[in-house]
């Protein structure tokens, strides 16, 4: 589903024409020029995420206990339905930005090769900050003890896939990809922010809960792996928007594509008014 609705945005980024045709800039970044990556701002944001976390992990264990029923288990649409789900997180979530980037930059669709590219440094940041967490935290996935929720140990995750439940993988990659993503429609297509953030944070809310129904997280794994990567993906977009000389969309979007309120002439089709 969630590639489903990155393709057809893609259709509709793909509505800007190469750089032969009407002129038209992007919408204005409204974001402080900033020179750090994290400001204290963003601390405050990021604490916020922290404490929901927390505040999810007295129903882990019902939670877990819940969807490990054996009347629950034994639903087939509900087993076909997480089986199928899961798959829209890595490597889909790469191929589908990927491919974004690599059909802007050749055919010079400057807010297609943006939102690839821009939504490909989300899902990798979160990624390696993910796996990170992971080995340090050294949480235990239900499937050790669906009982015990509360067994962490630090650094016991690394090389033990067993150890490292917390935060939850396909859930931030899913979130990262949807957070940037529904960014970049959003500064070319403002009308079509909402309904493709509808869209894709469902989608990727669907992921995560198939991974509680797989018994390999907690909730309160999905829950930090949502945050992280809706944090990380806004983080990314709004860093390069706020910084168009910054150094990857030197080197990955070109001077034949100029950053946009940086003097770059950008074409963009309008979609019809209603």
């Not at 150094?247 to 019809?272: E, K």
Request: with cysteine.
């Amino acid at each position: 589903m969630r590639t489903l609705l990155v393709l057809l945005c893609a259709a509709l980024l793909g509505g800007t024409a190469p750089l032969s045709a009407q002129v038209q800039g992007a919408a204005p970044d409204t974001v402080h020029k900033n020179p750090r990556f994290f400001t204290r701002t963003d601390a405050l944001y990021a604490g916020g995420f922290v404490l929901g976390t927390l505040a999810m992990t007295p129903l882990d264990r019902t939670l877990a206990e819940h969807l490990q029923d054996s009347t629950v288990q034994a639903n087939r649409f509900f087993r076909h339905s997480a089986n199928g789900v899961q798959t829209l997180g890595n490597p889909v979530d790469y191929i589908v930005s990927g491919g974004l980037y690599a059909v802007g930059k050749v055919t010079g669709n400057r807010p297609m090769a943006e939102a690839g590219l821009h939504t490909t440094e989300a899902i990798f940041l979160t990624d390696m900050l993910t796996v990170g967490v992971k080995d340090l935290a050294g949480r235990a996935r239900p499937l050790v003890d669906v009982h015990d929720p509360h067994d962490f140990k630090l650094g016991r995750g690394f090389g033990n896939d067993s150890f490292q439940s917390f935060p939850s993988g396909h859930t931030s990659s899913a979130f990262a990809a949807a957070s940037a993503f529904t960014a970049e429609v959003g500064r070319w297509h403002p009308n079509l922010k909402l309904p493709a953030g509808i869209v894709l944070y469902t989608a990727a809310s669907l992921v995560g809960v198939s991974r509680m129904y797989n018994n390999k997280h907690w909730a309160s794994d999905v829950l930090g792996g949502a945050a992280l990567g809706t944090f990380t993906g806004w983080k990314v977009v709004q860093y390069n928007h706020a910084h168009p000389d910054n150094f990857l969309d030197r080197v990955f979007l070109g001077a034949g594509m100029a950053p946009a309120g940086n003097g770059g002439a950008l074409i963009y089709w309008s979609l019809p008014s209603h």
